[in-house]
């Protein structure tokens, strides 16, 4: 029987990086899923987690991207919406707990087809404290265009520290 | 290696539908996955869309739902919130993952993300009050109204076994 959720490329980071790319992805598959063990070095309490389809730019602030997503803090709880950014998830940073990465899971519906582009996410903050971040979102990439490539990467004012990982799996359906 | 997440059946509408069924679903899987992008036809449901297990129509579901305004509670129903408000005009998506299906020792138990952009998303739990196995799931596109899902939608389930 075929593998239907296969992993198509990994990449753990050995040093600070700004940002992991997975190109040429293969147009076979149905879906993407897109696992993120990510932490910045950013001075703070939190860090962006974005990524862009279909360019290798790490810069957010890009348009044709919207999202809603409901977020917790361990106190409260609240939902936001955001636009011409990227999709948008969030990491620790340099203040939380050491040695303790974020995980995200990002799932893309359909990335080769004719329609505008959907991604569900969850994302988890991870460190030991009062507060910590649970984000759970709905985001579009409003481009009709198939994913041929994904741009990962944090806040434009820090990297990836070393140990962040990211892993690409195509899924197949029946 | 063997396969540990493998697809069982896939439903793209070419027209709309009042309700989409999967059945003879094999007992073989610890969980099932079920992925969705659907739409809906008519006026933007305001009673999200559901689902019921075995065509069971009784009383027999109830449902936790945390969505951007808030927190329902749905009990004792005769079927079950599956998904949020569905649009009409993007498409949502919805990963469920339905536990222990085939488990007849215990009752029936899932978990929804669903989301749009545009119009909201939601986090579900629902529970289906009875033991028998799972070998048919039917979805519905409105909690018994006129709606349907639009063409174009696609249902995908999987099957997940344990170690």
């Known amino acids: 029987m075929a593998t239907t959720y296969e992993l198509i490329a990994s990449t753990t980071l050995g040093s600070t990086t700004t940002g992991i790319y997975f190109g040429s992805i293969p147009q076979t598959y149905d879906d993407l899923v897109v696992v993120v063990s990510s932490r910045s070095n950013q001075t703070g309490g939190f860090s962006d987690l974005n990524i862009l389809f279909n360019t290798t730019s790490t810069t957010p602030g890009v348009t044709g991207y919207s999202q809603r997503h409901l977020q917790g803090s361990g106190s409260a709880a609240s939902s936001a919406t955001l636009s011409n950014y990227a999709v948008n998830a969030i990491q620790p940073a340099a203040g939380n707990t050491t040695s303790t990465y974020g995980s995200t899971e990002f799932y893309i519906p359909n990335y080769t087809g004719s329609s505008n582009k959907s991604v569900s996410f969850t994302c988890v903050h991870e460190t030991n404290d009062t507060t910590a971040y649970i984000r759970a979102g709905a985001a579009l990439w409003s481009n009709t265009s198939a994913i041929t490539a994904i741009s990962i990467f944090g806040s434009s004012l820090a990297d990836f520290v070393s140990g962040t990982s990211a892993h690409l799996y195509g899924i197949t359906k029946a | ?163």
């Open chain 2, 1 to 163: 290696m063997a396969t540990t997440y493998e697809p069982i059946a896939s439903q793209t509408l070419g027209a709309s539908a009042a309700s989409v069924t999967f059945s003879s679903i094999p007992g073989t899987y610890t969980d099932l996955v079920l992925v969705c992008m659907i739409k809906s036809t008519g006026a933007a449901s305001s009673s999200g869309g559901t689902a019921r297990f075995n065509t069971d129509s009784g009383s027999n579901y109830s449902h936790t739902i945390l969505y951007d305004v808030g927190s329902i509670r749905g009990a004792n129903n005769d079927r079950v919130r599956m998904f949020g408000d569905i649009p009409t005009g993007a498409f949502a998506n919805a990963i469920v993952q339905i536990m222990s299906y085939a488990n007849t020792n215990v009752n029936k138990t899932f978990l929804s993300n669903y989301g749009e952009a545009g119009s909201g998303i939601s986090r579900i739990v629902g529970l289906w009050r009875s033991t028998a196995a799972i070998t048919t799931v039917t979805l519905y596109s409105n909690d018994g109204g006129a709606d349907s899902f639009a063409s174009g939608s696609t249902f995908s389930l999987y099957g997940v076994k344990a170690a």
